[in-house]
């Protein structure tokens, strides 16, 4: 078997997939006004059929994890079929999604009964009033309902997302709300750094915080490091006796973080990304329409990861392709 393997030695048994670029969400980080219609752009999104090749090529070059990404992507009709052919067809061990929640307690046992094998979920504070000033939605109860469905059902792998903003979820009140809810709660509460994309730079400036303040946070509390799994994303992760869930920190600008990377990017219009941050993209779309391009779809995708470069270069500026996160999947 061909396995994905970069220039630098890297392996990539970790694939994002974004299969939609709307979200019906305005987080001042990434759409502050709303999902915007690409009119440069009117390629439709991937569509089940070709989500299902791909997958099964993927699984061939040793993928081992498969994300779904947006924008959002339970705004999908057929959300869960993807998941369940992903499952059923393609030889995929892990099948895990990122969404943004909004739905969740109506949808939790359609999840539950796809085979999914975990969820992220983005909740930027356990305010709400907080919460509907970053994303512009009164909608937090509702998606810790969902939340307690997903447990009541007995789902197990629950990760909680919240991007790091100056002045508006960074104090110690906000990381001790955190610390008793997982105190309680078998999920893993992750703090994202805030990153510059092409657009958000004036965001940027104003709201961009080192994850040092919650790393400094957690070792005063005295919670202990923990080590990675082969197909695990970029996180530190950190553990306490007598926590059921766990903290994590994801610094894209700490020293060496692409040291580690193990995962690859397709966009919802089918463009392989070698980076979140980086300036190669290409369409892998026309090798995913017929069953019998199968070789040639891995043949590209390995061809390709002779471009991928050692590093970003957010440090200086350096943005890439990517607009906004909603385009990738973040």
């Avoid at 869960?80 to 109506?106: A, P």
Wanted: proline share 2%; net charge positive; hydrophobic share 35%.
């Amino acid at each position: 078997m061909n396995i994905l393997k970069d220039n630098f030695g890297r392996k990539f048994p970790y694939i994002r997939l974004s299969i939609s670029d709307v979200c019906n969400f305005k987080c001042g980080y990434c759409l502050p006004d709303g999902y915007r219609i690409d009119k440069s752009d009117n390629r439709k999104f991937i569509s089940k059929e070709e989500i299902s090749r791909l997958a099964k090529a993927l699984s061939e070059l040793g993928v081992s994890k498969i994300r779904l990404t947006g924008g959002e992507p339970t705004i999908r009709k057929d959300f869960i079929d993807i998941i369940k052919d992903i499952k059923k067809n393609s030889g995929i061990k892990k099948t895990v999604i990122t969404t943004n929640g909004y739905k969740l307690n109506k949808i939790a046992k359609d999840i539950k009964n796809s085979g999914l094998d975990g969820i992220n979920i983005s909740i930027d504070s356990l305010n709400s009033n907080t919460f509907k000033q970053i994303t512009g939605h009164d909608r937090l109860d509702e998606i810790l309902d969902g939340i307690k469905e997903l447990q009541k059902l007995n789902f197990k792998d629950i990760k909680i997302n919240a991007v790091l903003i100056k002045g508006v979820n960074d104090t110690e009140k906000d990381f001790k709300e955190w610390s008793n809810f997982i105190k309680q709660n078998e999920i893993d509460f992750r703090y994202i750094e805030l990153m510059q994309t092409g657009d958000n730079l004036e965001y940027f400036k104003k709201f961009h915080i080192s994850a040092d303040k919650f790393i400094e946070f957690l070792n005063k509390e005295k919670w202990i490091i923990q080590t990675f799994g082969k197909d695990a994303g970029p996180s530190k992760n950190f553990i306490k006796p007598g926590f059921k869930g766990k903290f994590g920190v994801i610094a894209p600008y700490s020293k060496d973080f692409c040291k580690s990377c193990n995962r690859l990017r397709i966009t919802a219009k089918g463009d392989l990304r070698l980076c979140l941050f980086g300036n190669t993209g290409i369409s892998i779309r026309h090798l995913m329409q017929k069953d019998e391009q199968l070789e040639e779809l891995k043949d590209l995708i390995l061809k390709q990861l002779n471009y991928k470069k050692e590093s970003h270069y957010l440090e200086i500026g350096e943005t890439g392709l990517n607009k906004n996160l909603s385009t990738i999947g973040g």
